[in-house]
């Protein structure tokens, strides 16, 4: 099973949400009426999918840097896949189109394929990142590209980048029956830097079911504030109000993020906790020794 959160965008970027990518067009046909059999897949319905999904987000096939292929992994149906892709993006392209399929990564997950295809690919464009397609090293010999080299299969990691504009991927599900689904991703919008307020005392709440897990958390906060620009004031209303109170707590107070990501990362083991279970050691044994009848009032004492 895989979900995403589907919002309009104007309400997205109203309401401050994180945003990985947006669909700018989608196009689905169905030619199970004119296959020869009904698994068998078939050039014209993915071509004609495609070509509308293009259509829809008023695009061209050379604005578009790689695909999310359905990657059947079958020796017909991978290169009528190809074909169909080139009818719509083999033209005039400056580079080749990076064409992978995480199916060569987690297998072939049913009814969630195209959902996990679109994850894929949504998160390629947000980390400008398409990972290596799997067990790919002998390609099928019938995914020519031609002397132009129109595709390229993704058997590497590649960085993305593109010139002047947003990147564009473009993701393909294909039903047995002759459903084929098509649509256009666009990464999402660069958003303007929330403005600088000045931080205020803050209380900064820490966490953990054990002591002894406190110094990982807090050095896991760190790296995210770190790595992510977030007013203080939005940390302390998370961690006060969004997270539960477990047993073991510490609370940190401070007016900047750079002073509470130093304090963080002097965050130490308790030192009366024992790894990262936070045991604390007993000051005495109790005696668990085998006795006859007249010392048995001892037992369960401390040594």
């Avoid at 945003?19 to 319905?45: E, H, L, Q």
């Avoid at 464009?125 to 099928?140: G, M, T, V, W």
Wanted: positive net charge.
């Amino acid at each position: 099973m895989g979900v995403v959160l589907l919002k309009p965008l104007v309400n997205a970027l109203n309401d401050g949400n994180r945003i990985y990518a947006t669909i700018r067009g989608t196009g689905v046909s169905n030619d199970g009426a004119r296959k020869m059999s009904f698994a068998a897949p078939g050039i014209d319905g993915q071509a004609k999918a495609i070509q509308e999904a293009l259509a829809d987000a008023g695009q061209d096939g050379s604005d578009v840097d790689l695909i999310e292929a359905h990657g059947t992994g079958t020796s017909l149906g991978d290169p009528v896949e190809i074909t169909a892709l080139g009818k719509a993006y083999a033209g005039a392209r400056e580079r080749p189109l990076l064409i992978g399929s995480v199916k060569s990564n987690i297998g072939h997950a049913d009814a969630a394929a195209g959902v996990a295809g679109l994850i894929k690919a949504t998160l390629s464009l947000h980390h400008r990142y398409l990972p290596p397609s799997l067990h790919a090293a002998q390609l099928n010999p019938k995914l020519d590209p031609g002397p132009q080299r129109w595709f390229d299969i993704a058997r590497h990691g590649a960085t993305l980048a593109a010139s002047g504009r947003p990147l564009r991927a473009g993701v393909s599900s294909f039903g047995i029956g002759g459903t084929n689904a098509h649509l256009i991703l666009e990464e999402a919008p660069t958003r303007p830097s929330p403005p600088t307020v000045p931080d205020d005392w803050q209380v900064i709440p820490l966490s953990a079911a054990a002591p002894g897990q406190l110094p990982t958390l807090a050095h896991q906060l760190a790296h995210h504030l770190e790595t992510t620009p977030v007013a203080l004031a939005d940390v302390a209303t998370t961690l006060q109000s969004g997270r539960p109170a477990l047993k073991a707590r510490k609370a940190l107070v401070t007016n900047t993020v750079s002073a509470l990501i130093q304090t963080l990362s002097t965050v130490t083991l308790p030192s009366d906790s024992k790894g990262a279970g936070g045991c604390a050691a007993p000051s005495a044994w109790p005696c668990c020794c085998p006795a006859k009848a007249h010392s048995m009032p001892v037992w369960g004492r401390r040594c």
